[in-house]
């Protein structure tokens, strides 16, 4: 494909360049943006297959990032990385309180103009005005914030699950992190594939990428999920290299994803390189003859991914529908 500058026009439908885009609400450093999930779920139109795979509430769920810095330049992102440029030096860090204030408060006045859509039970608003996920994902790295261990506990003080998605380049602090689910992205099982797709900017980057995996084989109360995104004539091959990979880091979950062409990423990336649902299904189910234990694969054809388990119950067990977690909860918890 083009080179990893190569601009894509406007980003008319594909998301925003970066944070000082009309499309994210950010406070200093904190960033959020509403992911079409939510407003979905708030229209009773579906919800995303985080609610399907692991229990998530589609409509009080979060989507944000404390750092909207990069230090790689993945081919498939839909980012603009010309707003990733990520020298640390000067960098006023927010502290961890102010980043979940900012994103409760980002989160409401996102959503505040469905309080007067007739297509959402008021119910359902008021739920959403008292978000209980959050999902630390929406744009750069998070392990780049120097406070995430204490950005989790403190979303956790407040009664809010939590899923941290890294890309695996600071294995020492995901040590440190304990999120109620930890994705990392392994986008290629060698190096020679990691280097064309995911464009590091640090050059031990892949190492790091291998004493990660340590790091999750280590963790005992997060779970643990490694999720690869599937480009086709790029990384989706040799699943049998991909299950070997898999295996270092002992993962409760892998998710494969479908590369979706929107925003950025099609000036580097043709529309061929998407494979459809069945396909990422049955790569899914090749990876899955060289992982004993992982008996169960479920999809979810809206999202084009695939789920390898070693359990048919995925759910998050806080998020079960009569738990303590739910009784607790500020609307429908009395």
């Not at 986008?187 to 020679?192: N, S, T, V």
């Amino acid at each position: 494909g083009a080179g990893a500058d190569a601009d894509s026009g406007d980003g008319d439908d594909g998301g925003p360049a970066q944070v000082s885009s009309p499309d994210y609400h950010s406070e200093n450093h904190t960033a959020a943006q509403t992911c079409g999930w939510t407003a979905n779920a708030l229209r009773g139109e579906g919800k995303c297959y985080k609610n399907i795979f692991y229990g998530i509430e589609s409509h009080r769920c979060i989507q944000m990032t404390p750092v909207v810095r990069c230090n790689e330049r993945c081919v498939f992102c839909w980012r603009d990385h010309k707003g990733h440029s990520y020298e640390m030096d000067d960098v006023q860090w927010d502290d961890p309180e102010e980043v979940v204030d900012a994103s409760i408060t980002l989160q409401k006045k996102l959503l505040s103009g469905f309080g007067g859509n007739e297509e959402v039970p008021r119910e359902v608003f008021d739920q959403a005005m008292e978000p209980r996920h959050v999902a630390i994902s929406l744009d750069g790295e998070p392990t780049l914030y120097p406070y995430l261990p204490e950005l989790i506990e403190a979303f956790h003080d407040r009664d809010i699950t939590t899923f941290l998605v890294s890309n695996g380049t600071r294995p020492e602090m995901l040590r440190d992190c304990d999120p109620t689910q930890l994705y990392v992205s392994v986008d290629a099982p060698e190096r020679h594939t990691f280097d064309q797709v995911v464009g590091a900017m640090e050059d031990d980057a892949w190492e790091k990428l291998l004493e990660t995996m340590d790091v999750l084989a280590d963790k005992d109360e997060t779970r643990t999920v490694l999720r690869t995104t599937l480009v086709k004539g790029e990384n989706m091959r040799n699943p049998d290299w991909y299950a070997g990979f898999y295996q270092q880091a002992d993962p409760d979950f892998i998710e494969l994803k479908a590369y979706m062409h929107v925003g950025h990423s099609r000036g580097r990336l043709d529309r061929s390189a998407m494979p459809e649902h069945e396909e990422v299904v049955e790569f899914a189910e090749d990876v899955r003859e060289y992982m004993p234990g992982f008996d169960e694969v479920m999809g979810v054809p809206a999202s084009r991914v695939a789920l390898l388990s070693q359990t048919s119950d995925t759910w998050v067990p806080k998020l079960q529908k009569d738990s303590e977690f739910w009784e607790r909860d500020p609307v429908t918890g009395d």
